[in-house]
């Protein structure tokens, strides 16, 4: 299937203002073919373009340089040649005489035709006889002196590949506004639907008039004493649903084996796992991923058309990608960003921090939520359990960095400021650590009192 094909049926799943600011792959393709008939008129077809291109030491008796005289700060196409007085020996001269053996060295037909048209040009000039040119040209025909030798240099401005990468840099220019544009209204949507998401997760601090976030060593420190249940507030929920996008990987992998951002169609065919998997009070959210999916997909589409419709260029005119002076390919053509990767990453900095993931407040040894939290002075947090066993047991350096400070821990390492933020967003995780804690230390004191807790107790 050509390319253009599969453009358009690309453009044509997108909605349409995608479609409206794409690439005009097939106008840009049509002034392709008029380039390639205004060099023919000049006898520079592709096979003898390339010969001349490829004659760059000053020793050749003819050269071209194709630039893009760029100084203006505009793409500006033109062709230099450079030819060496009449008698010098010229390789060009045999390859004329073999592309037209029929004709002579004067002007012997009054139908031009491509091919003759590049006898009167170029044969002309390694003559010293005045070809009939362009009337832009004459202006343009000078005689420079290399290695002491005259050489006739002409400067052909080429119209048609001026079209062409006009046409390239606006619809260019005109796509990264776009682009910027779309940028900007994600951001907008993101912003409201982070409002609406934080409003409906509300942590117990919300609604309970009598929980202090700084309350310090009160005589319930440490306990969970709001019932959850009565709390109005999707906190949970959206933990569960964001805790699932992150671990479906739509656009990106973090797998060690294969890591990296994912293909277009692998990121469509794990959106469509997560939609199936949520339900439908979060069509906003959804519709963000999918919005975020058709700019990846229209910014692939518009970047290949780029990358193909320069190589179309290159191989129907035989003119190279980048100009005389060997510099980059096409530097004032816009450049951009990954957006999809934007998006992407102001998605996981604006919305999915908004609610706290437990693996962030988690121990380091037994990996649960760290409930009470003890916080080293070497700066690693573990919770107290953790901690008591390893004092028992005379550990005294740090499981992280080996730092010798666990047995001097004590109830002044409590980190309360933190211990009151796990109550108020890991109510539910919270109340189960401390009972799995309250449990756990009234099993030690059984052991320690030469009493099996696994025996059953029999009153006589």
Not at 265 to 280: D, P, Y
Not at 312 to 331: F, Y
Not at 367 to 385: D, E, M, N, Q, W
Not at 432 to 445: D, F, G, I, T, W
Request: include cysteine; charge should be negative; glycine fraction near 4%.
């Amino acid at each position: 299937m050509h390319f253009s094909k599969t453009f358009t049926e690309i453009l044509a799943g997108l909605p349409s203002e995608f479609a409206e600011n794409a690439v005009d792959y097939r106008q840009l393709k049509k002034l392709i073919n008029e380039l390639v008939t205004e060099l023919a008129s000049l006898g520079l077809g592709p096979a003898v373009l390339q010969d001349l291109l490829k004659a760059r030491d000053d020793e050749a008796p003819t050269h071209v340089e194709y630039q893009f005289n760029s100084a203006s700060g505009h793409i500006e196409p033109r062709l230099r040649l450079w030819v060496d007085p009449p008698n010098a020996p010229s390789p060009l001269k045999s390859r004329i005489v073999e592309v037209n053996e029929d004709d002579t060295e004067t002007e012997a037909s009054t139908e031009v035709s491509p091919e003759s048209s590049q006898v009167s040009l170029l044969w002309a000039l390694q003559r010293h006889v005045e070809p009939d040119m362009p009337a832009a040209l004459d202006n343009d025909t000078s005689t420079v002196d290399h290695d002491n030798k005259s050489k006739v240099e002409v400067v052909i401005p080429l119209a048609s590949d001026l079209a062409f990468f006009e046409l390239l840099v606006k619809t260019l220019r005109g796509l990264s506004e776009h682009l910027i544009a779309i940028h900007a209204q994600f951001v907008e949507t993101l912003a409201e639907l982070t409002k609406t998401v934080s409003d409906a997760a509300r942590p117990i601090s919300s609604t309970s008039h009598g929980f202090k976030a700084h309350s310090a060593l009160k005589s319930d420190g440490g306990g969970v004493r709001v019932n959850s249940l009565t709390r109005k507030s999707d906190l949970y929920s959206w933990r569960e649903i964001f805790q699932l996008y992150v671990e479906t990987e739509i656009f990106e992998s973090v797998n060690e084996r294969h890591p990296g951002e994912r293909t277009i169609e692998e990121a469509e065919t794990r959106l469509k796992q997560f939609a199936e998997r949520v339900t439908a009070p979060l069509e906003s959210f959804l519709e963000l991923n999918l919005f975020i999916l058709n700019v990846k997909k229209f910014e692939f589409a518009n970047a290949e058309a780029t990358r193909k419709i320069l190589k179309k260029h290159a191989k129907r005119t035989a003119l190279p990608s980048t100009d005389s002076s060997n510099t980059a390919p096409l530097d004032l053509l816009p450049t951009h960003a990954s957006l999809p990767r934007i998006l992407v990453q102001e998605l996981g900095t604006t919305l999915l921090p908004i609610i706290p993931s437990l693996e962030d407040y988690a121990c380091l040894i037994c990996t649960s939520i760290a409930f009470k939290p003890i916080r080293l002075s070497c700066g690693h947090l573990f919770c107290v359990r953790c901690l008591v066993k390893m004092q028992k047991r005379g550990n005294d350096h740090c499981p992280m960095c080996r730092a010798p400070c666990v047995l001097v821990a004590n109830r002044s390492n409590v980190d309360w400021a933190l211990l009151n933020f796990m109550r108020d967003w890991f109510p539910e995780e919270s109340n189960v650590k401390l009972r799995q804690n309250e449990k756990e230390a009234s099993e030690e004191e059984l052991r320690e009192m030469g009493i099996d807790p696994d025996e059953k107790c029999i009153v006589m």
